[in-house]
């Protein structure tokens, strides 16, 4: 019940082109569902989150889309970029963050 | 306003030898958490702390791990008679409050040889 599973494991995606990363879990005492971006060596940070009161959230080119009677959520990259190329992971949060096994993106020159 | 820093970078150790593994908040930030991140995965909650509550550690592997947070700031995380399994990155992370926007050190990364 506690776990968030991601997918896909690895994405590649050409310059330009939309990245799509999506989300499922169980526990709908689920509040809170951020995003973390994380480069090699570095902790991850925080890149968007929304809560389940709404379905989307844009901020530039990331968007989150939330579905709450599916207990679905996806990470949309638009125009996505080879510094965009990183790990990707999905979380949930009641408490404590759960986090989902990440996504490796990489973005095509 | 410096982030999240941890201590040491990176930390070789012989199996069976104990190491500490040090965290350094964002000031003013009441809740602390710790992560330990293996090759190729995703974060494993290992504990955490909020304020003077009692902390939890539902997340910690086994009783060889255990970690202290000393006024309320920085905080410690010990792994006695350490196995090489216990090789991974460890990632700090620490909030305004509970349920706020997560903060991450750069980690530790732990060789057990």
């Known amino acids: 019940q506690q776990q968030v599973k991601q997918s896909p494991q690895s994405l590649i995606v050409q310059k330009g082109g939309i990245s799509i990363i999506n989300c499922a879990y169980e526990?709908?005492?689920?509040?809170?569902f951020p995003w973390y971006q994380q480069f090699p060596g570095k902790g991850p940070a925080l890149l968007i989150a929304?809560?389940?009161?709404?379905s989307e959230k844009k901020e530039g080119r990331f968007t989150i889309s939330f579905n709450k009677s599916a207990k679905q959520f996806s990470l949309h990259i638009m125009d996505s970029q080879p510094g965009d190329s990183a790990t990707y992971f999905c979380?949930?949060?009641?408490?404590?963050?759960?986090f989902g096994t990440g996504t490796r993106l990489l973005v095509s020159p | 306003g410096a982030g999240v820093s941890q201590s040491p970078s990176n930390k070789v150790t012989e199996k069976g030898k104990d190491v500490e593994l040090r965290c350094d908040p964002i000031?003013?930030?009441?809740?602390l958490y710790w992560y330990r991140q293996s090759l190729g995965q995703g974060l494993e909650f290992l504990i955490y702390?909020?304020?003077?509550?009692?902390?939890?550690k539902s997340g910690l592997p086994s009783d060889r791990f255990s970690a202290e947070r000393t006024g309320g700031s920085v905080s410690t995380l010990t792994i006695q008679r350490t196995q090489q399994e216990d090789s991974a990155v460890y990632l700090c992370?620490?909030?305004?409050?509970?349920?706020?926007?997560?903060?991450f050190g750069p980690g530790t990364r732990l060789t057990v040889l």
């Open positions: 929304i809560r389940p009161d709404v």
């Open positions: 000031s003013g930030h009441t809740a």
């Open positions: 979380a949930a949060s009641f408490q404590k963050l759960v």
């Open positions: 526990n709908t005492a689920f509040d809170y």
């Open positions: 702390f909020q304020g003077n509550s009692a902390p939890d």
């Open positions: 992370a620490s909030s305004f409050r509970q349920g706020n926007e997560q903060f």
